[in-house]
């Protein structure tokens, strides 16, 4: 019996599978993909968080190597600043998913990750000990946990009678890769009915996004579905033929009411489908995988009790919901009529305006995410920036402590003058220096703390000013009850 079994090695399985390994946990990805060939995708990229979380884990140059940059985000095509944002990476990138995938299934295969293909789950049976998972053909698998990472027609989610709630769609588009025998306009036009663009490629193919005329159905579109919408918006359909792919996505947003059911869990577009408008869907799955993965590593080593689980609902839902509602309001905004240009007019003048501004870029880029661990220092439920610190090892960067995805204890005071001898093994202690101002997104500069207790996933969870008061709760609450007893606060 494996530990955990993720159904799906999309780039949200791939990342859990990549955590979950670093965590020491027995992990297998089911695919129902014979290959690894990927046809059809909404995902163009992603923003700074996703590049720092892959930074975190020594992978971020893999992905740079063959992205491309751009420091430039918008918002009802009103252009943000990027490029001041308090990150190593104030930029987007660009890169396919198919690329994404590439990157991240050779991160996971040299980890000893097996991804077995051609396996269709059906559904599962679950109990105290553990999952059944049922498959199409032969005999169930069985694992301690099911994580259901198979995007937005989740089979696992419907098998565990999980309601998907939000808003239904009310306008359905057509994008695809294609080759035409006519001469094609380029860019962007609104209507009545909703976006519209086509862009010609290097290689020649021509990338088109069509809003249909009605809602389509849950099925995949075909060519002739395409020269229709581009009929009734173009008045040709510039002869297209030979797609390399043709997708169909709507506007319906919606979030799985609970992330957990049991020894079940749902992470990525299993969790929380939306249309791709601004570009979240990799790193909101992304920011499941890593939240997750240490929790459900800790949980099955028995480091941590079973409700340490709760918390990646009560963490990743909330923020979620913020993410979906600003992807709402753009796709709202994505119509050509008189009332809808208005609206983007009267947005353009609040964005001239450096707070509605910087607000913005720190939710689009993802860097503004906190998670609600009480009252205290402005870092705390926050992501650590990545500071340059002077170690007795040397110039480190935050960052590069936490490669191997365990916890770390970052002193800035006085060395050796914080006992955590109670999680030995559990925690990584580092004496360092810093020096210098810690700049926030949307926060700002906040005072500097003698010390920080950082979990695996970058955030904080614990703040020190010269006082150990709050620790020992920390550690125990994140990386499980102290091994021996563990000193007063």
């Not at 396919?96 to 077995?116: C, N, T």
């Not at 030979?242 to 609970?258: E, G, L, V």
């Not at 008189?338 to 609206?343: D, P, Q, W």
Request: proline share 5%; hydrophobic share 40%; glycine share 12%.
């Amino acid at each position: 019996m494996n530990d955990v079994t993720i159904v799906g090695a999309g780039p949200v399985g791939l990342m859990l599978a990549g955590e979950l390994a670093l965590a020491g946990v027995d992990v297998v990805i089911l695919e129902r993909r014979s290959t690894p060939d990927l046809i059809g995708t909404r995902a163009r990229g992603f923003h700074s968080r996703t590049i720092e979380i892959f930074d975190q884990r020594g992978i971020a140059d893999r992905f740079l190597a063959e992205g491309r940059t751009v420091r430039a985000m918008s918002f009802a095509d009103t252009a943000l600043e990027v490029a001041s944002l308090p990150t190593r990476h104030p930029y987007t990138l660009g890169l396919s998913q198919g690329h994404i995938e590439r990157i991240l299934r050779g991160w996971v295969e040299e980890l000893g990750v097996p991804i077995e293909r051609g396996l269709k789950v059906t559904g599962f049976a679950q109990d105290d000990e553990g999952v059944d998972v049922h498959l199409a053909e032969g005999d169930p698998r069985h694992t301690a946990y099911l994580v259901g990472a198979d995007g937005g027609r989740s089979v696992v989610r419907r098998a565990a009678g999980i309601e998907l709630v939000g808003a239904e769609a009310t306008r359905s588009h057509l994008i695809a890769e294609v080759e035409v025998t006519e001469e094609t306009p380029t860019g962007i036009r609104y209507d009545d009915v909703g976006i519209h663009g086509i862009n010609v490629m290097e290689d020649g193919t021509v990338g088109i996004v069509v809003t249909e005329q009605q809602v389509g159905p849950a099925t995949e579109p075909t060519l002739a579905d395409l020269r229709a919408a581009l009929r009734s918006v173009y008045g040709t359909d510039f002869g297209v033929h030979d797609p390399s792919w043709i997708s169909r996505f709507t506007d319906a947003t919606r979030q799985a009411a609970t992330y957990r059911r049991g020894r079940v869990l749902l992470a990525g577009d299993a969790a929380h489908t939306h249309p791709p408008t601004g570009g979240q869907g990799i790193g909101l799955g992304v920011q499941d995988a890593v939240n997750l993965g240490w929790k459900l590593g800790q949980v099955v080593r028995g480091v941590s009790p079973e409700t340490l689980l709760d918390t990646y609902h009560a963490e990743r839902h909330p923020v979620t919901a913020r993410v979906l509602r600003n992807v709402m309001t753009q796709a709202l905004l994505q119509r050509g009529d008189a009332r809808t240009e208005a609206l983007r007019d009267t947005i353009a003048e609040m964005l001239g305006f450096d707070g509605p501004r910087t607000q913005l870029a720190g939710l689009l880029s993802g860097l503004d995410v906190a998670y609600d661990l009480g009252v205290g220092h402005p870092l705390l439920g926050r992501r650590m920036p990545d500071l340059d610190l002077a170690t007795a090892q040397g110039p480190q960067r935050v960052f590069e402590l936490l490669h191997d995805a365990r916890a770390v204890l970052l002193n800035l005071g006085e060395p050796a003058s914080i006992d955590i001898s109670a999680w030995a093994g559990r925690v990584r202690q580092v004496d360092a220096d810093r020096t210098g101002t810690w700049m926030l997104p949307v926060v700002g500069a906040v005072s500097a703390p003698t010390a920080v207790l950082i979990r695996p996933d970058g955030h904080v969870a614990w703040v020190g000013n010269g006082t150990r008061a709050g620790l020992s709760e920390a550690l125990t609450t994140w990386c499980g009850p102290p091994t021996t007893a563990a000193p007063s606060s």
